[in-house]
């Protein structure tokens, strides 16, 4: 019996390790926002800055980091919602921050976002109607 109770104990282990390397990003909240985007706290008015797929964001002031969050890239994914069925199911976007969610052009959805995506790639994971969605998000 006691090598049963060993076993079970290890695989009870192993599970749960398993479990935790399925979530490797940080929990937050994402809002959008729409045009105007230009000029931004990262590039100005430059329209380089901004990825062809239209996938891209303005950092909150957790992600901000004095400015250093400029050029970073984050995938994004939706896992809740006020609504039910607001998130869009296995959908994730990889985004690159452009912009200062605090200085805007543009105002968010909501205030005090984590991550405020750009209106093309929140759609992209959520149901646009909503103005704040609970992200995982990971720096890539």
């Known amino acids: ?19 935790f390397q399925l979530s490797h990003g940080d929990v937050g909240t994402s809002a959008h926002y729409s045009p105007p985007y230009s000029p931004t706290a990262c590039y100005g008015s430059s329209l380089s800055q901004f990825p062809s797929s239209n996938m891209f964001a303005a950092a909150g002031e957790g992600i901000w980091d004095n400015g250093a969050a400029c ?20 959908q994730m976007v990889q985004v690159r921050i452009v912009d200062r969610a605090q200085t805007s052009r543009s105002s968010p959805s909501s205030n005090g976002a984590t991550i405020v995506l750009a209106a093309p790639a929140f759609g992209t ?14 720096q890539v």
Request: aromatic fraction near 8%.
């Open 1 to 19: 019996m006691p090598i049963f109770g060993e076993t079970s104990l290890f695989l009870l282990v192993l599970l749960l390790a398993a479990l």
């Open 125 to 138: 994971i959520a149901d646009p109607s909503a103005t704040v969605i609970n992200v995982e998000f990971q």
């Open 71 to 90: 050029g970073r890239q984050y995938l994004v994914r939706c896992i809740s919602a006020a609504v039910p069925r607001t998130c869009l199911p296995d």
